[in-house]
């Protein structure tokens, strides 16, 4: 029998419970660390001769030089011809609706004239060049790939570079075809921190990019995190994350199933359940037992919802929405009546899912909006990803003659008092009608 936690926000020591269950710690480990710091350095200084023995080493095949990396375009189409045609179909359908979606994203450049004739304004401009990480092997992400290539085609990146690690020397079609759907122009098959230094450092054969985005393991994350400020990346992401607000009349098989869609993702993933009632909450303990049995991955399962899962009684759905916003959660299910009523309440979660048809695992694969979300709390301050993260924006200020009499004895002020005087004579220099200097 699986043993999830039960709580109840009139406990006195809920709160303490509920830090406890949030809790996770994100250090790295020191060994691993170390390596990372190590195969980074390994591959800045030695390029594709390190590229190439980590190869070897971690992925266990011998290519035959450093040009063997990469795989051709007409591997990526070959592998989308020979998808069978539902996943194929699948894949384009997803595909067009994370394109739309993103599309509403894409911001523009714009400026203002001020009534002196200043011209004030943004300039947006792309990325020149991204690098893409996908999970590979007998791992499938095509979703990953989708998720991360279209939102940075749709702002005009320059290149997309993937990297995908391959086992054994072992492809996988899924996220071949959907590179191919996706345009990635360049495809190298590495994996592993040496693949994150090869995107950040150059190599002479893998070009150097100016943002890394894309999901991996330990190694990657604490890579990405190394190499940061060299190059930009999306985030450090920590487990998969899923809490549901009922108000006890979905299905409570539905609601089970989709604690599962989180948990089955890893032993350290987080599902939680927050409703008043209390009847509900048993009928959902019961269907988890139930139907846990049957899961293909019900031990990950099981691991997952025993250690950081929880079943939640709540006051009244108005407390549910402020415990959610103190969790701020990856994903929320708001699987209640009057659905936009509740989001009204809602400050901090990744992605947001009403009703009690929207399950999370739509948003995945093909609802549209990003599956890339911030997790571990982070929804406090972070996004999800989109276009705006491959696109950076310049100021532009153009001040007239006019202007510059009426800006240049403010800022004269300000560097006077800051100790800046060159500052301040380089703005009153460009003031030519008579304005005093106070």
Not at 8 to 23: K, R
Not at 191 to 203: D, E, H, K, R, S
Not at 238 to 261: H, Q, R, Y
Request: with cysteine; proline share 5%.
């Amino acid at each position: 029998m699986i043993q999830i936690k039960r709580l109840s926000s009139t406990d006195v020591s809920f709160n303490e419970a509920l830090m406890e269950l949030l809790a996770f710690e994100s250090a790295q480990d020191a060994k691993l660390d170390a390596t990372v710091a190590d195969i980074l350095a390994d591959i800045k200084n030695r390029g594709d001769e390190a590229l190439l023995e980590y190869t070897r080493r971690f992925d266990r095949w011998d290519p035959v030089s450093a040009a063997a990396l990469e795989l051709p375009r007409q591997r990526l189409q070959q592998a989308l011809q020979d998808l069978p045609a539902d996943q194929r179909d699948a894949l384009e359908q997803a595909a067009l609706r994370v394109r739309a979606y993103h599309e509403k994203q894409l911001a523009q450049s714009w400026s203002y004239i001020e009534s002196d004739g200043t011209l004030l304004g943004q300039k947006i401009t792309p990325l020149d060049r991204v690098g893409l990480y996908v999970p590979g092997g007998k791992a499938s992400y095509p979703s990953s790939v989708l998720m991360n290539a279209i939102p940075a085609k749709v702002a005009g990146v320059g290149e997309l570079v993937m990297v995908v690690p391959t086992p054994a020397g072992e492809t996988n079609d899924l996220v071949l075809a959907a590179a191919a759907i996706c345009e990635v122009d360049r495809v190298f098959t590495i994996g592993g921190a040496q693949a994150v230094g090869a995107l950040a450092y150059g190599t002479s054969t893998v070009p150097q990019v100016d943002k890394i985005v894309g999901p991996g393991n330990a190694y990657v994350a604490a890579a990405k995190r190394r190499v940061f400020g060299m190059v930009g990346i999306d985030m450090i992401a920590g487990p998969s994350e899923i809490l549901v607000i009922c108000d006890g009349k979905t299905n409570p098989d539905w609601i089970a199933m989709d604690l599962f869609s989180q948990a089955e993702h890893d032993e350290l993933a987080q599902a939680i359940l927050l409703s008043p009632d209390a009847d509900f909450i048993d009928a959902v303990a019961a269907s988890i037992a139930r139907q846990l049995e049957a899961m293909p991955r019900k031990a990950v399962i099981r691991a997952s919802l025993e250690d950081r899962g929880a079943l939640i009684q709540v006051r009244d759905l108005d407390e549910a929405c402020a415990i959610a916003n103190h969790i701020a959660p990856e994903h929320l299910e708001l699987s209640v009546e009057q659905p936009e009523k509740w989001l009204k309440k809602i400050r901090h979660a990744g992605a947001i899912f009403l009703g009690r048809y929207t399950s999370e695992a739509l948003g995945d694969y093909c609802a549209g909006p990003n599956h890339v979300l911030p997790t571990s709390r982070t929804a406090r301050f972070s996004s999800p990803l989109g276009v705006y993260d491959f696109q950076k924006r310049s100021s532009i200020i153009k001040v007239s003659e006019q202007g510059a009499a009426k800006l240049g004895p403010i800022a004269s002020i300000l560097a006077h008092g800051e100790g800046l005087q060159a500052h301040a004579m380089s703005a009153e220099y460009r003031i030519v009608n008579g304005a005093d200097i106070k």
